[in-house]
């Protein structure tokens, strides 16, 4: 099969993907082989490539927003499927970030395996979705809703499903005022949700572009980064990967108010002044997210129903759609088109 390979993590302006001829995987007990129609970019992937997270697979194969169908099975069932199945061959399927868990943790006993002690995450400690084929476990991949192409679906699975989290632990009630912190391809999502809840948006991105899209989008308000908003916000939901996001954050909350930070990886927080946390403001972050998160999110962006911004680069382009996400580039969601159909 065709896959973009990291060999070794690196800038991404120095195209660090190798889009080479490997051999397709085999599914192993429980698995399934999934045939790769697209993958949406995210910027984890970027962290991954560019060696922000510390390397746990070499070489590997990113992506983890991955649309595709399922082409066989690997021997036996899933445990707890009681020696059936969910799908049957040919269906539409998504994977995501969190590609297993143990089931047997603390965690994952009570029921919060997004902070599971031996999770494996696709395209990041097992190999992912920028090829024709991945392998998966049947538990883990969603039924994509009929309504959404290829190519909308992609980014609802990681982009989508983590801005729905986000938007859970942010405690997001209607009436609310909620910031945003760059609007890419969770927030452009996200927002949709937040609107569809009633709450009001206000975007604060650097990129001018993007402030457009989040006003097309409903947002009551678009600023500047470090912009003050018209109004205090209950909540914000930081998407931007900049610590020093956090005080402006927490200067224009109300009292009680929430900093949720959505990404993986942070540059360092500065330090800041007791008075700007006190009043039971609340900073927290957000780690990858349960099944359920993405069956509920899933359910929900049909029923809105969501409609994902995206721009199609081909596989062999790999390298220029992380660098496109990396300059600001994309207006919503980057996805990599695998194959047609
Ligand atoms: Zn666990
Ligand atoms: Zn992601």
Known sequence: MKAAILNKPAPVSTNPLVVAEIATPTPGPGEILIRVLCCGVCRTD????????PQHKSPVIPGHQVVGTIESFGPGTSPGL??????????RVGLAWLHHTDGTCEYCRRGAENLCDRPTFTGY?????????VVADENFVYAIPASFTDQ???????????????????DVKPGARLGFYGFGAAAHLAIQVA?????????????ERHRRLALELGAKWAGDTFDTPPEQLDSAIVFAPAGEIVPAALKILRKGGSVVLGGIHMSPIPSFSYDLLYQERVVRSVANNTRQDGEDFLRIAAE???????????????????????????EGAAVIQVRDR
Do not use: M
Request: aromatic residues 8%; glycine residues 10%; contains cysteine.
């Open 46 to 53: 970027l962290h991954v490539v560019e060696g922000e997270l």
């Open 82 to 91: 009681n020696g059936g199945r969910r799908f049957k061959l040919g269906d």
């Open 125 to 133: 400690t097992v190999d992912g979705g920028y090829a024709e084929y």
């Open 152 to 170: 909308q679906a992609a980014p609802l699975l990681c982009a989508g499903i983590i801005g729905f989290r986000s938007l859970r632990l942010a």
């Open 195 to 207: 609107r569809h809840w009633k709450a009001e948006v206000y975007a604060l991105t650097r990129d």
């Open 304 to 330: 809105i129903p969501i409609r994902s911004h995206v721009k199609l680069f081909p596989l062999a382009e790999a390298n220029r759609a992380l660098n496109s996400l990396k300059s600001d580039a994309i």
